[in-house]
């Protein structure tokens, strides 16, 4: 995934699963001995601002 792409993004708030289509602005990448994490700041329809992790953030498929 690049900047730009339309997501849909899942995550939990105080154990409580919150999901939302985003845009990715940016993206960050956690280097680990034995392979690397993609991190996405995604900018939801709502607004606001998450860091999410690569497992948190799908590509839109449009249905």
């Known amino acids: 995934m690049k900047i730009?792409?339309?997501?849909d993004a899942e995550w939990y708030d105080l154990?409580?699963?919150?999901?939302s289509m985003g845009v990715i602005i940016s993206y960050d990448i956690e280097?680990?001995?034995d392979?690397?994490?993609y991190h996405y700041e995604v900018l939801l329809t709502?607004?606001?601002k998450?860091?999410?992790p690569?497992?948190?953030?799908?590509e839109f498929k449009g249905e």
Do not use: A, M, N, Q
């Open 4 to 7: 730009g792409d339309l997501v």
């Open 15 to 19: 154990d409580l699963r919150s999901s």
């Open 31 to 33: 280097y680990h001995d």
């Open 35 to 37: 392979d690397d994490e």
């Open 46 to 48: 709502s607004g606001k």
């Open 50 to 52: 998450l860091w999410l």
């Open 54 to 58: 690569e497992d948190c953030v799908r």
